[in-house]
């Protein structure tokens, strides 16, 4: 995800009358994370973290189901949005991974833990490895594991299902408040910006995708 996508998506998100809201990558990946291959200097880094943070808390705290559908890679900064979402729909061949560890990237702690607990998140966060479908089922990750060809579809159903609940967008905020997750998240993504604006040879450089 370069600067232009992360403002695509904070755009796509703020529109009007949206029932709900499924976010997906292109045929066999969801996402692979930042585009560090997108030359920025100091001052684009640090706006383009600054979207990436935009990006998860509005995810988070998105006023309507959001539901992610995953095949293929899910790594980093695509793996945090996934995160952010409320419910996630994966593939056997989803292959999730939060690389943070490796980098020294202060990313994770903040959805993961409450996602699926202390002891896999730690596993997951401090090991950095990749994950298939089946296994990120297991942990609780996915919500639900479907073939590749009916990701789509289950994706949508589910988002509409929750959104056919008048009741669905209290009960998404009043989990958020009871779990200090806006407030976690707010201070995880502090963390970030000052991880960006001390970082060397990462997110302003073509070394890859993280």
């Not at 930042?34 to 990006?55: H, N």
């Amino acid at each position: 995800m370069d600067t232009s996508m992360l403002e695509a998506l904070i755009d796509a998100l703020k529109q009007e009358g949206l029932a709900a809201v499924v976010i997906t990558g292109g045929p066999g990946a969801f996402s692979s994370g930042a585009d560090v291959s997108e030359r920025v200097d100091a001052d684009g880094a640090d706006r383009r973290m600054r979207l990436f943070c935009d990006l998860y808390e509005l995810v988070t705290a998105y006023p309507k189901p959001v539901v992610a559908a995953i095949d293929g890679p899910c790594i980093g900064g695509g793996a945090e949005v996934a995160g952010a979402c409320d419910l996630r729909v994966g593939t056997p061949e989803a292959r999730i991974r939060f690389p943070g560890a490796q980098f020294g990237i202060p990313v994770g702690a903040a959805r993961l833990t409450r996602l699926i607990g202390l002891s896999h998140a730690k596993d997951l966060l401090m090991t950095s490895r990749t994950i298939d479908g089946d296994e990120a089922l297991r942990m609780g990750f996915l919500n639900r594991l479907v073939s590749p060809e009916a990701l789509e579809k289950e994706a949508i159903e589910l988002a509409l299902s929750m959104s056919g609940n008048p009741g669905a967008g209290i009960q998404k905020q009043m989990i958020n408040e009871s779990s200090l997750l806006t407030e976690g998240v707010r201070a995880e993504n502090r963390a970030l910006v000052r991880w960006q604006r001390s970082a060397e040879h990462l997110m302003g450089t073509d070394e890859g995708s993280i």
